[in-house]
């Protein structure tokens, strides 16, 4: 069982940035894929950013590339998303994810998800 806690959302101003946080329990954080999860009021959760169990790899929807980042830090047991320029649209629940393979993560969804936290983007 992996246990995810989200921190870092909040209220910020269109252009901003937030930068989440990803804090798992346990000694088997480097095992998974993870990845950042959002919801947003009347619409189904989707994917926003994924990333491989050494961090080489990461995927981005396409509305977040080049705004976004997802990193991991394997000794800390941590997963971060920094966004920056953020839009309106991008407020939502957020969500850690967490998978065996980032590709079974976007297609299947994860095995783990974590309470969520909410960020708010005003106009």
């Known amino acids: 069982q992996v246990q995810l806690v989200e921190s870092g959302g909040g209220l910020v101003q269109a252009g901003g940035s937030l930068r989440l946080s990803c804090a798992t329990s346990g000694r088997t954080f480097s095992t998974y894929a993870m990845g950042w999860f959002r919801q947003a009021p009347g619409n189904q959760r989707e994917f926003v950013a994924v990333?491989?169990?050494?961090?080489?790899?990461?995927d981005y929807r396409d509305s977040v590339k080049g705004r976004f980042t997802i990193s991991r830090d394997n000794a800390k047991n941590t997963m971060y998303l920094q966004m920056n320029s953020l839009k309106p649209e991008d407020t939502a629940v957020y969500y850690c994810a967490a998978g065996r393979f980032i590709a079974t993560m976007t297609s299947g969804g994860p095995d783990y998800w974590g309470q969520g936290t909410q960020v708010t983007v005003s106009s």
């Open positions: 990333i491989t169990r050494s961090g080489g790899i990461t």
